[in-house]
């Protein structure tokens, strides 16, 4: 089965833009929402500073052959935030009486890993339309 990977460089583009949104403009807020504590309120703001990044590289990025050798270092970035997100979250959510909220994003993280470990490690298939003809 063929991923469309604009369709996913799409959605992840939104999913991690309005969390970097929403951490940058309000930590405080969403701290509070977490019961964290006001010092986390620098590193919400970063960590959201990063998330709007990724959407804005994954956005730019979307129309362009993503797998195989093809956008190889944004496959690669993504494969390596999903991948370790998910592990980190997964080992959070089986150590802890987890909220529905932390299920759902580990869910999510672990779709998108398992999207991006198939779309870094597979040739994208060209359609028949964009076939190259050899030279002879």
């Not at 959605?11 to 969403?30: D, K, N, Q, R, Y």
């Not at 986390?40 to 959407?55: E, H, P, R, V």
């Not at 959510?93 to 869910?107: F, G, P, Q, S, Y």
């Amino acid at each position: 089965m063929r991923i469309d990977t604009k369709v996913v460089m799409s959605l992840c583009a939104v999913m991690l833009g309005i969390w970097g949104v929403l951490l940058s403009f309000l930590p405080e807020e969403l701290a509070s929402l977490f019961g964290w504590t006001e010092a986390n309120f620098i590193i919400l703001q970063m960590l959201g500073a990063l998330y709007f990044s990724f959407a804005i590289i994954n956005w730019t990025a979307k129309a362009n052959i993503i797998g195989g050798i093809y956008g190889r270092p944004i496959a690669i970035g993504n494969f390596t935030h999903f991948v370790i997100g998910s592990i980190t979250l997964l080992k959070w959510v089986m150590d802890n009486t987890a909220d529905i909220i932390w299920i759902a994003i580990t869910i999510v993280y672990v779709l998108f890993a398992t999207l991006f470990v198939r779309i870094l490690f597979t040739h994208p298939r060209l359609k028949s339309k964009e076939k190259v003809s050899s030279i002879s």
